[in-house]
């Protein structure tokens, strides 16, 4: 998956017509190039930053059927959502893995209820399912969560959901692509929609961010899978379009692995709010986590931050749960997404929580196809459904949706998820043939971490990483998992960079001090 290489192929036909051109890069995007490139359609992708930039790398990394959304009623999500659950746990097994969640019970009616709760959702994910839910003692819940509050603890419920890693998923996904011929590229912003001489949609103009240059894309199909930002590209098309969208953020702090000891992970389902708090392993840290709260619109943008009010939230009610209370100083990074809710009819009253997180497709007169809304666990049937329409809409031949039981790239079985660069899958033996050839790429980028050169230069070489940030955000996670740390790693990454991507002295000061800003956002003072 090189730039150079794949930018080539679209230049070397200008004129050529692609079958489907998809606008966003997140979940929805690269699922739906995956889809569209695997039936056998000629597909190109164009992220206007890098893969994963916007919410599909801030999410609670959760594979989920929605406990939730089932004491809301919404069965067909919870239905949907398990179903894909159980299927991209074996089409990713790498990335996918089984987690134990604990519902610790306080009060005498909780284990009754939520017994009965989780039974229905086993119940629910049938064959797909990952393990049967039960009602433990007070002294078992103790033991898988060692410093849980044990003042009027009398039990939990034990169950499991899946969890992963969000924006290495999105990295596969585009490798997927690539490797089933579709062209995907990341800094080409999409600046305008091509039209002809019937008003109808017939390719799109974008701009290479790292060259300047633009380019005409003509196609059957444009498909816009931009999250929060659809209502940008629904604008292109028609100037006076209602909006579609009804963002709301959620935000995550990761905090030290000694704040949730053992490997189960804690879901309250209704806090003092009546909101849902998370804290769940992940890389050797703990990611804790509450749902959304609306937002203004105006406020859309790829680098939210998080509010005050939902930061004191977070540590006043986690405290309540754990023994040891989270400080703002013990917090290694903070990230808050967008979630592109979209927007019912009827919904203007209703509060994000009620809005149903099932996606919703349209076709605008032009053409156009928009999917937003859903969760990343559904990415896979959000392209089915949408691919389906394409070939609709674009007069292509049909062809059978195959991504079912498609492997995604770096499948592996029988992943040991404490092992390091677990994450890489199949490509983890190209990595360490790097530093058999060169073992000084086997130094590692900071004493505390695991990370090594060589997975630098594997991100350039196989993964488009393009900037600091691209690495230490998205192709390993320090930026999530401990801030401070990965703005001290910065300098030498972007030296390897550099000298990967022939880039002088001047791309190495300018990146380091770029993610020197960005990383400073990431941090609580
Ligand atoms: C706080 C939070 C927690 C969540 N947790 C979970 C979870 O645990 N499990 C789960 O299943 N789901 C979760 N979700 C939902 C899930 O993350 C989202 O549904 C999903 O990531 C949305 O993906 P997307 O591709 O639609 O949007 P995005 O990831 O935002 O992708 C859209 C992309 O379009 C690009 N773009 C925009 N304009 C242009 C343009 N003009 N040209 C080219 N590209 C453009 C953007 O740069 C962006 O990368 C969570 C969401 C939030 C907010």
């Known amino acids: 998956m090189q730039r150079d290489f794949l930018l080539k192929r679209l230049e070397q036909k200008p004129d050529k017509q692609w079958d489907i051109v998809v606008i966003g890069g997140g979940a929805t995007g690269l699922g739906i190039a995956v889809d569209a490139a695997s039936r056998g359609y000629k597909t190109v992708l164009f992220e206007q930053s890098d893969f994963a930039k916007g919410t599909s790398s801030r999410s609670t990394k959760l594979v989920h059927g929605g406990v939730r959304y089932l004491a809301q009623g919404d069965i067909s999500l919870v239905l949907e959502a398990l179903r894909e659950r159980g299927l991209l746990r074996q089409n990713a097994p790498h990335l996918v893995k089984n987690q134990a969640f604990i519902i610790p019970n306080y009060d005498w009616w909780e284990g009754p209820f939520y017994n009965v709760g989780m039974k229905v959702y086993d119940m629910m994910a049938g064959r797909l399912g990952l393990g049967p839910s039960e009602k433990i003692s007070r002294e078992e819940t103790l033991k898988a969560i060692p410093n849980l509050d044990e003042h009027q603890l009398n039990g939990g419920i034990i169950y499991y959901d899946g969890q992963f890693d969000d924006s290495r998923l999105a990295v596969n996904l585009a490798q997927t692509a690539v490797e089933n011929e579709a062209i995907v590229l990341n800094y080409m912003p999409v600046t305008g929609l091509l039209k002809d001489r019937g008003n109808l949609v017939c390719g799109v103009e974008v701009t290479d961010t790292e060259s300047g240059e633009t380019h005409r894309v003509h196609s059957r199909v444009v498909i816009n899978a931009t999250g929060v930002f659809v209502d940008t590209i629904l604008s292109m098309d028609d100037a006076g379009t209602e909006p579609l969208v009804r963002p709301s953020q959620g935000i995550h702090f990761v905090l030290d692995k000694s704040f949730l000891q053992g490997e189960s992970a804690i879901m309250i389902p209704k806090t003092s709010d009546g909101r849902v708090l998370f804290a769940v392993p992940w890389h050797g840290k703990v990611v804790v986590g509450t749902t959304d709260t609306p937002l203004e619109i105006a406020d859309i943008h790829l680098e939210p931050r998080a509010l005050e009010e939902e930061i004191e939230f977070i540590l006043t009610t986690a405290a309540q749960y754990l023994k040891k209370d989270p400080q703002k100083k013990d917090v290694l990074s903070v990230f808050a997404g967008l979630?592109?809710?979209?927007?019912?009819?009827?919904?203007?009253?209703?509060?994000?929580?009620?809005?149903?997180?099932?996606?919703?497709?349209?076709?605008?007169?032009?053409?156009?196809?928009?999917?937003?809304?859903?969760?990343?666990?559904?990415?896979?049937?959000?392209?089915?459904?949408?691919?389906?329409?394409?070939?609709?809409?674009?007069?292509?031949?049909?062809?059978?949706?195959?991504?079912?039981?498609?492997?995604?790239?770096?499948?592996?079985?029988?992943?040991?998820?404490?092992?390091?660069?677990?994450?890489?899958?199949?490509?983890?033996?190209?990595?360490?043939?790097?530093?058999?050839?060169?073992?000084?790429?086997?130094?590692?980028?900071?004493?505390?971490?695991?990370?090594?050169?060589?997975?630098?230069?594997?991100?350039?070489?196989?993964?488009?990483?393009?900037?600091?940030?691209?690495?230490?955000?998205?192709?390993?996670?320090?930026?999530?998992?401990?801030?401070?740390?990965?703005?001290?790693?910065?300098?030498?990454?972007?030296?390897?960079?550099?000298?990967?991507?022939?880039?002088?002295?001047?791309?190495?000061?300018?990146?380091?001090?770029?993610?020197?800003?960005?990383?400073?956002?990431?941090?609580?003072?």
């Open 339 to 525: 979630r592109p809710l979209a927007a019912q009819q009827d919904s203007s009253s209703r509060s994000t929580k009620e809005i149903s997180r099932s996606h919703r497709l349209m076709v605008s007169l032009s053409g156009l196809i928009t999917i937003t809304g859903g969760k990343w666990t559904t990415y896979r049937k959000m392209a089915e459904d949408t691919v389906n329409k394409a070939w609709m809409v674009g007069g292509l031949p049909e062809r059978k949706c195959v991504t079912e039981t498609m492997p995604i790239h770096g499948y592996v079985k029988n992943t040991r998820f404490d092992s390091p660069g677990y994450f890489y899958g199949a490509d983890r033996t190209a990595i360490n043939s790097l530093i058999q050839a060169e073992p000084d790429l086997g130094q590692l980028l900071h004493p505390d971490y695991e990370y090594t050169r060589a997975q630098v230069v594997w991100a350039v070489r196989h993964e488009m990483a393009r900037t600091v940030e691209d690495f230490l955000s998205r192709r390993i996670r320090m930026l999530l998992l401990d801030a401070r740390i990965s703005m001290v790693m910065a300098t030498e990454v972007a030296t390897i960079m550099a000298r990967e991507l022939k880039r002088d002295p001047g791309w190495i000061q300018s990146q380091v001090t770029d993610y020197q800003t960005l990383a400073k956002g990431y941090i609580l003072s």
